[in-house]
């Protein structure tokens, strides 16, 4: 077994939360190895088996540490953390019984969820802002308030609603998920896309079942724009979708190597409305839909609060890994 390593106060580290199939976090690992900064990749599927956590809270005061078997890092001796994407922890005892199991898997996750609440230090970003800022009707109202324009949206059950909603748009909407678009079939990851919303769909939509979707007027673009937003800096990437017919409504869809990318510049008022956006959200980073319509009009789609990025450092040349690492370096400064 190797040796504990034991962290002095001279060497606060790095936490990166994730899991062990994130080829993204790799990035940063490769960055942080390049500038000796010390680090701790955490994969929470490998809590509480390999990886331990004991805390310890009085009435002042919060004591606790990591430890597995190459270091013991007490959580003062935290810099900063990356919540990137965290996995689920695993129970493979096969004593239990499905039932227990599943308990023991629940209980192991609410008790990360409490060191995430206890940990005191700087986050990009704090996992329950994160989850707030994943609600898109929140999105869409903050944005809105900030000065982006947004498509005339509406979410409803009602199909009398949804029908009035399509004449009002001429008959040219598309359909969303409220939140998520992914879920599992069988096992195997599935992506409900954004769609166009035919006169067949709401010539039957009295029959269809009454899910709580986002519909919004369709906007004819000339390309869609991703922008990621470190800290106080934006970085736009022109996404241009309308090259090929299976990406034209949703640019995720289809073979996306095919589509070209482009550094853009964005108007000033512009990239400030994406980074006031992140900081009203109390992000530290996020990855925002924009389109820039054939009126040369940006409007914004919705904000990723922990979106993937490092396709686009391949595409386009952006620094985007040295500036995240700069962020968790930086911290508060």
Same mark, same amino acid.
């Given at each position: 077994?190797?040796?504990? =390593?034991?962290? *002095?106060?001279? /060497?606060?580290?790095? @936490?990166?939360? &994730?899991?062990?199939?994130?080829?993204?976090? %790799?990035?940063?690992?490769?960055?942080?190895?390049?500038?000796?900064?010390?680090?701790?990749?955490?994969?929470?599927?490998?809590?509480?088996?390999?990886?331990?956590?004991?805390?310890?809270?009085?009435?002042?005061?919060?004591?606790?540490?990591?430890?597995?078997?190459?270091?013991?890092?007490?959580?003062?001796?935290?810099?900063?953390?990356?919540?990137?994407?965290?996995?689920?922890?695993?129970?493979?005892?096969?004593?239990?019984?499905?039932?227990?199991?599943?308990?023991? =898997?629940?209980? *192991?996750?609410? /008790?990360?969820?409490? @060191?995430?609440? &206890?940990?005191?230090?700087?986050?990009?970003? %704090?996992?329950?802002?994160?989850?707030?800022?994943e609600n898109k009707p929140l999105q869409l109202n903050v944005a809105s308030n900030i000065g982006f324009q947004i498509p005339q949206t509406l979410i409803s059950t009602v199909p009398a609603d949804i029908k009035r909603f399509y004449e009002e748009s001429d008959q040219n909407i598309v359909i969303k998920p409220v939140r998520s678009g992914g879920f599992k079939n069988k096992d195997e990851e599935k992506i409900i896309f954004t769609n166009s919303v035919t006169a067949q769909d709401i010539a039957a939509i009295d029959s269809t079942v009454s899910l709580p979707s986002i519909y919004q007027a369709k906007i004819l673009k000339k390309y869609d724009i991703r922008v990621t937003v470190i800290g106080n800096n934006a970085y736009a990437t022109e996404i241009h979708s309308q090259d090929y017919s299976d990406s034209v409504v949703d640019w995720r869809r289809g073979e996306n190597p095919k589509l070209p990318h482009k550094k853009h510049k964005l108007p000033a008022d512009i990239e400030g409305m994406c980074v006031a956006l992140t900081k009203k959200l109390d992000l530290q980073f996020s990855a925002i839909d924009l389109v820039l319509s054939h009126d040369d009009i940006y409007y914004f789609l919705e904000i990723n609060p922990n979106g993937q990025w490092a396709w686009i450092e391949e595409r386009t040349g952006y620094k985007l890994t040295a500036a995240l690492v700069d962020l968790l370096l930086c911290g508060r400064c």
């Amino acid at each position: 077994m190797k040796e504990t =390593i034991i962290i *002095s106060t001279s /060497s606060k580290r790095v @936490v990166i939360l &994730t899991n062990r199939e994130d080829l993204t976090a %790799d990035y940063v690992v490769v960055e942080l190895t390049k500038r000796n900064v010390p680090f701790f990749r955490f994969n929470t599927e490998d809590f509480p088996r390999d990886v331990s956590i004991s805390f310890n809270l009085g009435k002042s005061r919060i004591e606790g540490q990591f430890k597995s078997s190459e270091l013991t890092l007490p959580f003062n001796e935290i810099k900063s953390v990356w919540y990137r994407r965290p996995g689920m922890p695993l129970f493979n005892h096969e004593v239990l019984n499905p039932g227990l199991k599943e308990y023991c =898997i629940k209980e *192991s996750y609410y /008790s990360l969820e409490g @060191v995430w609440a &206890t940990i005191d230090c700087f986050w990009v970003s %704090d996992p329950f802002m994160i989850r707030k800022a994943e609600n898109k009707p929140l999105q869409l109202n903050v944005a809105s308030n900030i000065g982006f324009q947004i498509p005339q949206t509406l979410i409803s059950t009602v199909p009398a609603d949804i029908k009035r909603f399509y004449e009002e748009s001429d008959q040219n909407i598309v359909i969303k998920p409220v939140r998520s678009g992914g879920f599992k079939n069988k096992d195997e990851e599935k992506i409900i896309f954004t769609n166009s919303v035919t006169a067949q769909d709401i010539a039957a939509i009295d029959s269809t079942v009454s899910l709580p979707s986002i519909y919004q007027a369709k906007i004819l673009k000339k390309y869609d724009i991703r922008v990621t937003v470190i800290g106080n800096n934006a970085y736009a990437t022109e996404i241009h979708s309308q090259d090929y017919s299976d990406s034209v409504v949703d640019w995720r869809r289809g073979e996306n190597p095919k589509l070209p990318h482009k550094k853009h510049k964005l108007p000033a008022d512009i990239e400030g409305m994406c980074v006031a956006l992140t900081k009203k959200l109390d992000l530290q980073f996020s990855a925002i839909d924009l389109v820039l319509s054939h009126d040369d009009i940006y409007y914004f789609l919705e904000i990723n609060p922990n979106g993937q990025w490092a396709w686009i450092e391949e595409r386009t040349g952006y620094k985007l890994t040295a500036a995240l690492v700069d962020l968790l370096l930086c911290g508060r400064c």
